[in-house]
Structure formats: structure tokens, C-alpha cells
């Protein structure tokens, strides 16, 4: 086997140093993205230089509603006026993108009160712009408005407004599980009082009457009595049982009529009000109708008919005003 020459082999160590300089200066120059990125996402106005921070005293508020109280070290509020407000403003002219983060020295915030930032700029000078600010450890937590599209232009005046919220009037949570419950137990109480209703007329129709006693003072007690005289008139449901047809005018009866005949081999229909077809009954079959008043009975040739031109030769073996029973022969 003829030998074959091979290229000279390359050492890792003749390639290292190249490569490594070029991942190093990748994961640098990712490291520098991702921070630039962050800094961008993050921080607020300038990153190097800028406007110095701003700062207000008390004697530099104005009380606008409310019942609050001047002092040396700032303002009391006392209580909010009708409404449930207090407001509590300054003059300022400040531009938006140099200050966004606004804070307010707020001590000892009560609970269940709601903080609001209120200002104008001449961007927007026709409209009061507002921002809901956080209440953290009784204290009003500091606002960044740098993603707000309304902390535009020139801010030329600036408020605190403090809502004390009223029974309703705004939304919460509290109130809305509050009313959820009332109107829960005004529904739960019609229902029990109708439930009672129910319970005291069920008691008066049924308390102390038998099996038999009970289904006869039933919605269905005069179909329940037919049938009970129907099951005198049928052979015995062994297991060679004869098929009964049921038909009545409504879903209700068909149903409930069947109920009654079992253990019979009985055949409804429990959607339509529909008679079976003569070729589906044989010698033998019994049909029982209630309040069907498109069958048609004649003695005299023992033939039943319905329908169009639909007929079978039957023996009438129990009838009353609006129900029968016939024997298809």
C-alpha cells in the first residue's frame, strides 16, 4: 500500500494567541453595548452634567383646598375640604427632559388616601395633566416622569393633590367585593325565600300521602292515572313483553308516559311530535295515545288511522276523553 504524504500538522498554540485577542474584543465590545443599552433604558436625563437639583420649601407651597397649616417645619394638613381634597401647590418653571423624577418630603401619610401629581406645560397649557404617585411606608415614594408623553415642554406650575376617596367615587377593590357580596346575599335571600315557599307548598301537597297518593296529586297525576289503569289492561311484563307505543302531544308527556310503563318495551319519540308508521306496527303491538286529537278511531271496521292515509287494524281497550289505548290486531 502506497504510502501517502501528509500535510504538515498546525500546533493550537500557533493559532491561540490570534483568537483570543478576537474574543476578547467581541465580549468587550458586547459588555459595552449591553451596558450603553442599559444606561439608555434606565436612567433618567443627562448622564454626565446638567441641571443641578431643584429644591422648594414650605414657605414656597400654597394651599389651594383643604385645611392645612403653615408652620416652621412645613405644612400640617388638617383635614381636606368637601369634596375630600386637599391641593397644595408652587410656581415653577421647569423644563421637562431636565427634570423627570419629581419628588415630594410627605410624612406620616395616612392610610387609604391617594396621592396625585397635577402640573401644566405650554405644550399642553389648556389641560391639567395629572400622575397617580406611590404611598410607600407612609410616605410619598418619588415619581419618575421621563416615559410620560404628557411631562413635555415647559412645566410652569406644579401640585400635590391628596384625595381622601368617599364611600363611592372611586374605584376599589374593597368596595367592589363589598357590592359584589351585598347583591350575592340580595339573590341568595330571594332564592332561600323562595326555596322555603316551595318547601311549605310541597309539604302541603305531599306530607303524609303514599307512593301511589303522591304521583296522583302530581303536575302529571291524570296521565299517572290513565296509565295505571292502561298497565289492567296489558299483559304481564315478562320477558316476552309486548312493545307499547307512546305518543302525546308534548316532549313532557311522551317522556313521562314512558316512564310510567316500564318495564315494558316501550317506543317514543322524545323530540317530535310524531306517530309512528303503520309498517313499523305488527299484530300484537299496543299503542297508547294522550290528548292526541289526530287519531281517528272507527268501531264499526276497527280501524285506526292517521296521518295521510296511514292506518292499522287496532281494538280500543281503554278510552277517556282525550287518552285510549288500542291493541293493533
Not at 2 to 14: D, G, I, R
Not at 110 to 124: H, I, N, Q
Not at 285 to 304: F, H, N, Q, T, V
Request: contains cysteine; neutral net charge.
Amino acid at each position: 500500500m502506497p504510502s501517502e504524504s501528509l500535510a504538515p500538522a498546525v500546533s493550537p498554540s500557533q493559532l491561540a494567541p490570534s483568537a483570543l485577542l478576537i474574543a476578547v474584543a467581541v465580549f468587550a465590545t458586547s459588555a459595552v453595548l449591553c451596558v450603553i443599552g442599559y444606561l439608555a433604558l434606565t436612567v433618567s436625563g443627562p448622564w454626565v452634567g446638567g441641571p443641578s437639583e431643584r429644591h422648594w420649601t414650605a414657605q414656597e407651597l400654597t394651599v389651594r383646598r383643604g385645611d392645612a397649616r403653615p408652620g416652621k417645619d412645613g405644612i400640617s394638613v388638617l383635614g381636606p375640604d368637601e369634596t375630600g381634597i386637599v391641593v397644595i401647590a408652587l410656581n415653577a418653571s421647569l423644563r421637562s427632559r431636565d427634570y423627570p423624577v419629581i419628588a415630594w418630603d410627605a410624612l406620616n401619610v395616612p392610610d387609604g388616601v391617594e396621592a396625585t401629581l397635577l402640573w401644566y406645560s405650554d405644550f399642553r397649557a389648556s389641560r391639567t395633566l395629572t400622575r397617580a404617585l406611590a404611598i410607600e411606608g407612609h410616605r410619598i415614594a418619588p415619581t419618575d416622569l421621563a416615559q410620560d408623553r404628557n411631562w413635555i415642554g415647559t412645566i410652569g406650575g406644579v401640585a400635590l393633590a391628596r384625595w381622601t376617596p368617599n364611600l363611592v367615587g372611586s374605584f376599589r377593590p374593597a368596595i367592589v367585593a363589598v357590592g359584589f357580596l351585598a347583591a350575592w346575599l340580595a339573590l341568595d335571600a330571594r332564592w332561600q325565600w323562595n326555596l322555603l315557599r316551595q318547601a311549605d307548598a310541597t309539604i302541603e301537597q305531599y306530607a303524609g300521602k303514599s307512593w301511589r297518593e303522591r304521583h296522583l296529586v302530581a303536575e302529571d297525576g291524570a296521565l299517572f292515572a290513565f296509565i295505571e289503569q292502561a298497565r289492567g289492561k296489558l299483559p304481564p311484563a315478562v320477558e316476552a313483553a309486548p312493545r307499547v307505543f307512546m305518543v302525546a302531544d308534548s316532549d313532557y308527556l311522551r317522556g313521562r308516559g314512558a316512564y310510567y310503563l316500564y318495564p315494558y318495551n316501550v317506543y317514543f319519540d322524545p323530540a317530535h311530535d310524531s306517530i309512528p308508521s303503520a309498517s313499523t306496527m305488527r299484530a300484537g303491538d299496543y299503542l297508547l295515545a294522550y290528548s292526541r286529537g289526530r287519531l281517528l278511531y272507527k268501531p264499526a271496521s276497527g280501524r285506526l288511522s292517521w296521518g295521510a292515509g296511514e292506518s292499522v287494524a287496532a281494538e280500543l281497550l281503554l278510552g277517556e276523553p282525550g287518552a285510549a289505548l288500542f291493541r293493533v290486531r
